[in-house]
């Protein structure tokens, strides 16, 4: 297995630059997961590093080798596409084994590999049905068993839970994670708008904003050190709390203690407790009972949406007033959105 | 409630009364649609009627059901009147036309329907252009490009020429069905190292089966039924003739034998019904297909 590299990568179409710089060292055998949102540039960057959009700028290296000139077959890389790209009039092992047959590999080797990656997957019983007589999960399974055929140096994943239900798209994240194990922890580059998938499945995110890398960094280091809003708000559900500071005070005047020179405060839902005397005050517009947590949105004076996380159980009412202390860690963004500081514990 | 339900009901317009019952209806229907059945197949039951009769009883208004049936049409057609010549002539003409043409054509179909290149729009109006030309004005061109290129008198010219008489629509038909399959399909086969031929071969060319049976029926039709182009290519050559040509040769300047041109006809017809039984589903589909896409 090999590392991936990108070094000032750009990349333009016709007169628009899409990405506009971008440098990446993804190490060997790490899962690494490019998030951001629609139109960012993301599925650009990797369909670059598959070779299937050419490369304007920088170098893109795979194990050491630099593979812009490369023809996507000869850079060691396999890719799952997000519609699956399975072969309709081929039954599963023809869809998995084509690209070996058709590059004159043994027949016998074809059918040892193949063998090997549905049984891995979970496949066996479905070797000779065509794409559509499966399942939305086991198509993508067939998609993901034609790259592992390949033996490849990096697995590439387009958005390839975006087409399955909500619950077979959790089931099908946990068997890719649990791939990545059996794979001999083998390198992999997944894209995804999902910021959740991001968090779960990633040793490393990349959050990308208009082609250019916004922060590189383990999930819980990006959720706990945001580099700026733009990753603070991307990261984490729900959304971080951003509240405009002006001279130190709250837009209703309400003064909140070191903040220096910030002009906003950020800080999660989990970081409110409820308090008598808190210095946020608001009115609980909608709550969310999600089972293992209640999510209560309120309105500030000043007319902003927040929102505060409760404990399973607790008894609160849309309607109600509700005053909060800032109780958690506290994150600073100066004038141009970036963080002034790691995360700040409140003032005692 | 109640009021509220019978203001909404007093509102709601008078149903109108179904002047014919839905079984009523379907009875019609089917009847009208038999009739014009009837009239659309008669002229084939009665070309089938004729080829069993004499030449007598064709004109003596016995109906349709022959008096005497004979098959000494039949076999009159084959063997005098070279029929069994002219339908190896027309085999070898269709099924080379149709093997060049569904080729030719989805390899053209493919290029325009996935590939965006300078003067793709220039070059698809051009082909559409030459839809507007009546066959006529071209068969003289066709038969000097044939003489220039030594094939004015063999079955490899009438071949050749009969393939470019629907090129443009079949072509046009594969580009349109090419252009609407999803890219990632050859995203995945080059990511599999496959080259572009062996795409078109082994992905893209079964992918478009519907397009590719439309084109064999309808090419078949064509090459089978063409009398224009064969009649002047075959002129100097009677023993090029195809089936269409050869039948009216039954046509005598003093004489018409009736008989023998029907049952050359019947001949005629045999093989066109039965690709037609065969394919019917998968050419249905691939018209239906070429539509919505």
């Known amino acids: 297995m090999s590392g991936v590299t990108l070094r000032n990568v750009t990349k333009t179409f016709g007169a628009v630059k899409v990405i506009k710089g971008v440098d990446i060292e993804i190490g060997e055998g790490e899962f690494c997961v490019f998030v951001g949102p629609s139109g960012c540039g993301k599925s650009t960057l990797l369909r670059m590093i598959a070779g299937l959009e050419e490369t304007t700028g920088g170098d893109i290296e795979i194990g050491g080798r630099r593979v812009n000139d490369l023809d996507p077959k000869d850079r060691g890389a396999a890719m799952v596409f997000q519609t699956y790209a399975l072969y309709p009039h081929m039954d599963v092992a023809r869809n998995m084994g084509f690209g070996l047959r058709m590059n004159g590999w043994p027949k016998d080797e074809v059918d040892r590999r193949v063998q090997e990656a549905a049984r891995i997957l979970q496949l066996e019983p479905y070797l000779d049905r065509k794409p559509k007589a499966l399942s939305g999960g086991q198509r993508q399974r067939v998609a993901i068993g034609r790259a592992i055929v390949r033996d490849p140096e990096v697995f590439l994943f387009d958005e390839p839970l975006s087409n399955l239900d909500a619950e077979l798209r959790v089931a099908t994240r946990l068997e890719i994670a649990k791939l990545h194990g059996t794979l001999g922890n083998s390198t992999m580059v997944y894209v995804t708008h999902d910021q959740v998938e991001a968090m779960t499945l990633a040793d490393k995110i990349v959050v990308l904003r208009d082609g250019r890398v916004e922060q590189v960094g383990p999930p819980m280091e990006l959720y706990r050190n945001p580099a700026n809003l733009f990753v603070a708000g991307f990261i984490g559900s729900p959304k971080m709390n951003f509240v405009e500071l002006s001279s130190g005070a709250m837009p209703d005047g309400t003064p909140v203690a070191q903040t220096g020179t910030a002009r906003t405060l950020g800080f999660r839902a989990d970081a409110l407790r409820r308090s008598a005397d808190g210095p946020l005050a608001g009115t609980v517009s909608v709550v969310e009972q999600l089972g293992d947590a209640v999510f209560a949105h309120f309105r500030t004076p000043w007319g902003q949406e927040l929102v505060a996380r409760f404990d399973p159980g607790t008894e609160i009412r849309a309607g109600e007033e509700l005053r909060f202390d800032i109780a958690g860690p506290r994150h600073l963004f100066d004038a141009d959105g970036q963080a002034m500081d790691a995360a700040l514990r409140p003032a005692a | ?293």
């Open chain 2, 1 to 293: 409630m109640a009021d509220a339900t019978m203001g909404r009901t007093a509102r709601a317009p008078a149903r109108r009364e179904a002047m014919v019952s839905p079984r009523a209806r379907r009875t019609i229907t089917s009847v009208v649609l038999a009739v014009l059945c009837a009239v659309w197949v008669y002229p084939i039951v009665w070309m089938i009627s004729a080829s069993f009769k004499t030449n007598n009883e064709i004109f003596g208004d016995t109906g349709l059901i022959p008096d005497a049936p004979t098959v000494e049409n039949y076999a009159r057609a084959w063997s005098e009147a070279n029929i069994g010549r002219y339908f190896f002539n027309t085999m070898f003409v269709t099924v080379g036309s149709v093997v060049v043409t569904v080729i030719a054509t989805a390899l053209m179909g493919y290029v325009l329907g996935r590939r965006r290149f300078p003067g793709r729009g220039l070059l698809m109006g051009l082909m559409v252009f030459t839809l507007f030309i009546p066959q006529g004005y071209t068969i003289i061109p066709v038969f000097e490009l044939l003489t220039t290129a030594g094939l004015g008198q063999s079955l490899w010219g009438l071949m050749l020429a009969t393939c470019g008489h629907s090129v443009v629509i079949f072509t046009l038909l594969f580009a349109g069905y090419f252009a609407q399959m999803p890219k990632e399909l050859e995203e995945a086969s080059r990511m599999d190292g496959v080259g572009p031929v062996k795409t078109f071969w082994y992905v893209m060319l079964p992918l478009s089966k519907p397009i590719v049976v439309t084109v064999v029926v309808l090419q078949t039709l064509q090459a089978w039924n063409d009398f224009l182009l064969p009649l002047v290519i075959t002129l100097a050559n009677p023993d090029l003739r195809t089936l269409s040509v050869g039948v009216y040769s039954f046509r005598g300047e003093h004489f018409i034998d009736w008989g023998g041109m029907n049952a050359a006809s019947a001949i005629t017809i045999i093989p066109i019904v039965i690709l037609f039984l065969f394919l019917q589903r998968y050419f249905i589909d691939g018209l239906a297909g070429a539509v919505k896409g």
